[in-house]
Nanobody
Framework: QVQLVESGGGLVQPGGSLRLSCAAS????????MAWYRQAPGKQRELVAL???????NYVDSVKGRFTISRGNAKNTVYLQMNSLKPEDTAIYYC?????????WGQGTQVTVSS
């Protein structure tokens, strides 16, 4: 079955950087859209960034200029480069992919920004 696996989370000081990775398996098709969401304690899950098969990009306002989403050379991989991290970026980050009308989710990776 289709699986998405994230990696790269961790603890970082304010102003630091992290790079999240997501690799999908179990399909020969390309995802139409791949995205990163995050959910902080007590808050709803929110879209952070997405990239389409045509390389259109979209970011939530709070991360514009700091985060960059990109596709990897390997099929159905996506990255999220996070710079100038702030404590309010602390959350579980989830990879999401849209494939043939269905949404798939990874298990999530914790990002904690704290001194």
């Amino acid at each position: 079955q289709v699986q998405l696996v994230e990696s790269g989370g961790g603890l970082v000081q304010p102003g630091g950087s992290l790079r999240l990775s997501c690799a999908a398996s179990g399909t020969i098709f390309n995802f139409a859209v791949m995205a990163w969401y995050r959910q902080a304690p007590g808050k709803q899950r929110e879209l952070v960034a997405l990239i389409t098969s045509g390389d259109s990009l979209n970011y939530v306002d709070s991360v514009k200029g700091r985060f960059t989403i990109s596709r990897g050379n390997a099929k159905n991989t996506v990255y999220l480069q996070m710079n100038s991290l702030k404590p309010e970026d602390t959350a579980i980050y989830y990879c999401n992919g849209e494939l043939l009308g269905r949404n798939f989710w990874g298990q999530g990776t914790q990002v904690t920004v704290s001194s």
